[in-house]
């Protein structure tokens, strides 16, 4: 079994070491200057083997650490009510059980896996079951310190925080067992990347159970989840046995793998429902029409086909926040101690909101309908590509993501004045504009964000692949910035007017850049 995992292990690193020294060649500045042979250089192939020596390490830790400071520290620091220690347990007892079966480790199509199992005919147990110890261990040895260190800053006892790694494992390990179960009796094999229609309302109640319930002031003490997470971690070992004396992993695989058979890459499946619903949620009533002309003409009608992609979500974000509003204001009259916390915490708090506009922007998902229905064909003409035309439309496009981003941000920015106002107020009234203005300001600016970084990086192949290397690096320095910003603590009024100065600099620079530099990076990637 050892061996297997030697072998696996280096071909996912050859595999990981020649995705970085492509990505490397990628980059803007650098690109040209490096030719074809890269890939036979040794000096850079032990640069890219000590990155993702590096990497490795980091990502054992890296995403838990986010995690359980975003997830779960950050999102606690709301509840001042309710014990912190209890409700640290809480919270993770909901959200191992949503990452229990959304991420196994063991269910994913990975291209590895397809070059192992398939192509190189290697034992699939002793592949499978190597490299999933592997994965149990990294959890176990990458939350241990961060549960410690995160939980003792919550107040959650000692015993608590050394037993979540192995309640995590616990979890994974219990859900690998169920799948396999569920392939020996009906035959069907599970794939992590298209989780069944079930899976999401699951996730949506469990994520209600998680942070609705503290709000209602119920949270499960500390001793019950730690009798909860024993029972799982014993039911993990039991299902570890289960699992390693299970023995048709090679026909298992061969379902899961199964749209590889040609060698495809193994996002294409996802790509294929992507695109599939993608089409699904475009209109295809042909009375759809504009009385405009030009490119108003032209975005008119593919808003008009997308209102399903584009206003839909917005209309949901918008209502949900209006029922936490109302749900708060009601809070408020029930239990004076909540509107008195709420007050506090919208005085100096205002940064937190910069994360929750980043997760509801609709920037991502416009750009994407974007590509896929349109921009896709048009890339192909060269007046498409005109510097005056590509700041025309992109002016046109921005108006339409601000109007469709500004709903939600509406609803959430007037609905905070409104809490301020009812839970006791401000002496200053300017509060009463600035929190509005802010976060209508991080909304506009989000919306900029995303078309710019669309215009000037332009991710998309023919085949609706990310090739870029630029755009994932931006992408995450975005959401870093964002997550950031939830642990800084200041002054409502400071940090209103400096998000509105930034919005305001950010949309006049960002049209510039379009103007001088899209008509060379906006086009198809090879």
């Known amino acids: 079994m050892f061996n297997a995992f030697r072998i ?32 036979a250089s040794r000096g850079l192939k032990t640069f890219a083997n000590v990155l993702s020596a590096i990497w490795e390490v980091i990502s054992t830790f890296l995403g838990k650490g986010i995690y359980l400071l975003a997830m779960v520290f950050g999102l606690g620091l709301l509840y001042q009510d309710v014990p912190q220690g209890d409700l640290f347990g809480h919270m993770l007892l909901f959200l191992t ?17 397809y070059y192992a199992m398939v192509l190189m005919r290697m034992d699939a147990r002793a592949y499978t079951l190597s490299n999933y110890t592997y ?24 015993w608590v925080c050394l037993l979540i790694p192995f309640f995590v494992a616990g979890a994974k390990l219990i859900a690998a067992w169920l799948f396999l179960l569920r392939y020996a ?36 003490p500390a001793a019950v989840f730690g009798g909860v997470a024993i029972a799982i971690v014993l ?14 992993y090679r026909a298992m695989y061969q379902l899961i793998l199964a749209d590889k058979k040609t060698g495809l890459d193994y996002k294409k499946t996802v790509q294929q429902a992507t695109q599939e619903a993608s089409r699904k949620s475009i209109s295809a009533d042909i009375h759809i029409t504009s009385h405009k002309k030009g490119f108003e003409y032209f975005n008119e009608l593919f808003v008009k086909r997308h209102r399903k992609v584009l206003w839909r979500p917005a209309k949901r974000v918008a209502a949900i ?124 600016f989000f919306s900029v964000h995303y078309l710019t970084c669309y215009y000037l990086l332009q991710p998309y192949n023919a085949n609706t ?54 008509y060379k990076t906006f086009r198809l990637r090879s």
């Not at 990505?23 to 040209?32: C, G, S, T, V």
């Open 321 to 444: 926040a209006l029922a936490c509003v109302a749900g708060l204001l009601l809070a408020f009259k029930l239990n004076p101690e909540i509107s008195q916390k709420t007050n506090e915490l919208l005085m100096s708090f205002l940064p937190y909101f910069a994360f929750i506009m980043y997760m509801i922007n609709r920037g991502t998902s416009f750009t994407q309908a974007l590509f896929m229905n349109c921009d896709h064909s048009m890339l192909s003409y060269a007046f498409y590509k005109r510097p005056d035309f590509i700041l025309k439309l992109f002016r046109i496009r921005l108006r339409e993501i601000i109007k469709v981003n500004l709903l939600p941000a509406a609803v959430i920015g007037f609905g905070l004045g409104l809490l301020l106002f009812a839970s006791g107020g401000t002496a200053n009234p300017v509060h009463y504009l600035i929190i509005p203005l802010s976060i209508l300001a991080m909304s506009v």
């Open 185 to 220: 009796r009906t035959g069907e094999a599970v794939n992590e990347n298209l989780p069944p229609k079930i899976a999401w309302p699951l996730a949506g109640v469990l994520l209600l159970a998680a942070y609705g319930l503290p709000l209602l002031g119920i949270v499960i």
């Open 97 to 113: 059980a949503i990452g229990a079966y959304m991420n196994t480790y063991m269910f994913n199509p990975t291209n590895d896996k």
């Open 8 to 39: 696996s292990f280096s071909l996912k690193n050859t595999y990981r070491v020649n995705s970085i020294l492509y990505a490397i060649k990628q980059l803007p500045l650098i690109k040209r200057l490096l030719p074809n042979s890269l890939y």
């Open 135 to 158: 994965a149990m261990l990294k959890v176990v040895i990458g939350f241990l310190p961060l549960a410690l260190w995160v939980g003792m800053m919550q107040g959650a006892p000692l």
């Open 235 to 248: 039911a993990g070992v039991y299902a570890a046995i289960k699992i390693a004396r299970f023995k048709e």
């Open 465 to 518: 692949e990310i090739k870029s290397a630029t755009y994932p690096v931006v992408t995450w320095i975005t959401y870093m910035v964002c997550f950031v910003l939830m642990q800084v603590r200041m002054d409502t009024l400071v940090f209103g007017v400096m998000a509105s100065a930034f919005c305001i600099l950010y949309c006049v620079v960002a049209c510039i850049l379009v103007y001088k530099l899209a």
